[in-house]
């Protein structure tokens, strides 16, 4: 290692990871990036390939296909099992050690079922990975065929009822395009099944949908969803999930839905490397188990340790920060600026993230946004849905195939089209 | 059941089944189609999924998808488990049992390791289904990120030796994709792995590579093949398969190759049902296990029976007809024709299979071809290649995203690139 090159070692290449070392590449640092997977993921639109509109690699990309041409980035497929801070050393899955000389942790966050894993992480997946997606996919396809094999009446309502558990963007957007691939997709292509008879339930725990958004977005996400079919009930707890199906508890009593397919996107867990971090410095961590970050996103006490991205609690303006790709890539941005600062010993500011505004789609052509610096600017309908295109292939823009996407949506648009509907996988799940 | 309208059973969704189904939608026949599957495999592109040109989605359609409009085709996802020809019954898996009228048998085949199944499956997976072209991604992929990683140097050569067992299309056609990808694709990528020293290694059997081609296409495809870089060895017999590498049998010797990964494009065996149909009826099964058939493709004893494609043993012109998907059509479509045909009393014609050419394709930009009724015009090249790439797209005319295999083919030819490039399944293999 030269002194004057510092090694700085990344974990994660998701929004945050990958935008501190693109903001790195080429310049005066010696960059080693380690993820799990090869490859960055356009999380959200995961719930398209869910739902067989796009194909995993239309979202995703191979890390190291994107420093291709920068020597100075090192790309390593590999897992950590733990840090040193003390010793400047991450370590890896395999016993190997690297030495850093500034680390930014960008591991992001898993899924949270509240306390309920072991019962409810199998009966109801969620949808953080390739997959995820691809076994939700196959669950939702696999829930028709199964429902046109079926000569009972009950047992197939249960099948043809999908519930989805959190009403955040990701709830919101599920649940509308599984109700857009029952109602418009699969119709016609079933003999037995009347998928007509299809059930969308979104459950959420809150009084309204979108909780990041303006009460106004909240209101207009559910009649948009209510429109196409999707039943809506807030403030529901979900207390069981068992082959059954759900229990919740609501406002004035219990609701009971018979499903063989639940599907959660109600809680995130950050990833355990926070609590290995909170150990070893003087930082703690949030009622979320996110590590609380200093003003400038490092660890307290180790002003060479970042932590950006879903990971860190970081306070602004007395509310903190969402869990926004938006939010981990300013924090990625900002920390390699500021390790270059270093070298060159200037002072860097504290972070301030910059929001350009929220969106969230619902079905086929219609979404909901807020734009400006207090989200005062509100729309939805068609236009935002364009909007809403517009902008996520522009954050595409590390995809060399986003061209392609966009293809792909005009065509399954017009088409109402769904051509990535593959049951794969070794074995065949569920009851038949 | 309507005495006058037959109950086709078709089992398989392969491009026999298929063709027969397309042939009989909307005709007097109510059609009842089953695969394990829900969708039809385009198996001659799928070498490009297992080496991340193309994503799964691009090469395969449900099966649903293509009978929607066909009220009297109904698509059933089942496996079946038996046949009873005498009450004429086929059996699925959970109980279910259909009667039929007519049956047409187009099951396929599977791969054969000749007798090795137990020590060699695992070892080297073949080129069958989507989940074996993300198997073969997964490891090829695996394979430099797992050289990247080691400091042993005799390690990290065995990791960067690819083995193909079987020089036919599949092979060929696999060995020319992993060349690329290592030569081209992946350079620049790694930086310890030295990718540039990647073997690829295609051992064949019998004398020459493509032995359905005439001489002059095969000695063009081991020209076209070494130029890009791999080494082609002819009368190798592959005799053990462990974890250090391949052992083979060779002219005058023995070849030892230490490698981690090998892949089996060398034989292949018909579907189990063949025994059944064959223990039921007075027909015979050929050396390699296919149903001998009667020159309307039916079952000996059994006129209401057909059996087609990969499982059925045709001989014209005193030599049995080549597993090629051009033959499972023509069977496909006669099969439909004389059901229809008896309805109305009329006899039918033996069947004769029309060869309208063969094709393989070596890398990028370079094929061989055979056209005419013997085979007699021969070329190669990037002629040879455009020509396969017309007639693939063609062939692609069950699905809706041909278009869309277009532009993505298009983009990977200009930019070399090969998005889809993604390590995906639970589990992560091989010694890391």
């Not at 600017?377 to 522009?394: T, Y």
């Amino acid at each position: 290692m030269t002194a004057d090159i510092p090694h700085v070692v990344i974990i994660g290449g998701g929004f945050g990871g990958l935008s501190t070392a693109r903001k790195l590449a080429n310049k005066r640092a010696r960059v080693t990036l380690i993820d799990r997977r090869n490859h960055h993921l356009f999380q959200p639109l995961l719930y398209q390939v869910a739902t067989g509109g796009l194909s995993p690699a239309n979202i995703a990309v191979p890390l190291r296909a994107l420093f291709k041409g920068d020597d100075n980035v090192t790309t390593l497929l590999g897992d950590v099992s733990n840090l040193d801070l003390e010793n400047r050393q991450v370590r890896l899955h395999d016993g190997e050690a690297l030495d850093y000389d500034a680390l930014v942790v960008a591991a992001g966050a898993g899924t949270s079922y509240f306390g309920h894993e072991t019962e409810w992480q199998e009966r109801a997946p969620s949808l953080k990975s390739i997959e995820d997606a691809t076994k939700i996919r196959r669950r939702v396809l696999l829930a028709f065929e199964d429902a046109e094999r079926t000569a009972d009446d009950a047992r197939r309502a249960a099948m043809l009822t999908f519930v989805i558990v959190g009403g955040g963007p990701t709830g919101v957007e599920l649940a509308g395009a599984i109700a857009e691939v029952a109602y418009r997709t699969v119709r016609g292509e079933f003999r037995n099944a009347h998928v007509e008879n299809t059930r969308v339930v979104l459950l959420e725990g809150s009084p309204r949908l979108l909780g990041a958004f303006h009460d106004d977005m909240s209101a207009r996400a559910r009649r948009d969803l209510e429109q196409l079919g999707v039943e809506v009930v807030t403030q529901a707890m979900v207390e069981t999930i068992d082959d059954d199906g759900v229990r919740a508890r609501i406002d004035g009593g219990e609701l009971r839905i018979d499903t063989t397919n639940v599907f959660w996107a109600a809680g995130v867990r950050p990833s355990k490397l926070a609590t290995a971090l909170a150990e070893q410095s003087g930082a703690e961590l949030d009622r979320a188990g996110r590590v609380i970050v200093e003003s400038d996103c490092t660890l307290a006490g180790r002003p060479e340790v970042f932590v950006i991205g879903d990971m860190a609690r970081f306070d602004q303006d007395d509310a903190p920060l969402p869990g926004l790709a938006p939010v981990a890539m300013q924090q990625g941005r900002y920390a390699a600026k500021a390790i270059l600062a270093r070298g060159q010993e200037r002072p860097s500011r504290p972070f301030r993230y910059v929001d350009k505004g929220n969106m969230a789609t619902i079905g086929r052509g219609r979404a909901v946004a807020e734009v400006g610096a207090d989200g005062s600017i509100r729309f939805g309908g068609a236009f935002a849905w364009l909007a809403w295109l517009f902008i996520h292939l522009m954050y595409l823009t590390e995809f060399q195939n986003r061209i392609l996407v966009l293809v792909q949506w005009g065509w399954n648009y017009v088409t109402r089209n769904r051509s990535a509907r593959l049951i794969t996988g070794a074995s065949r799940e569920g009851p038949y």
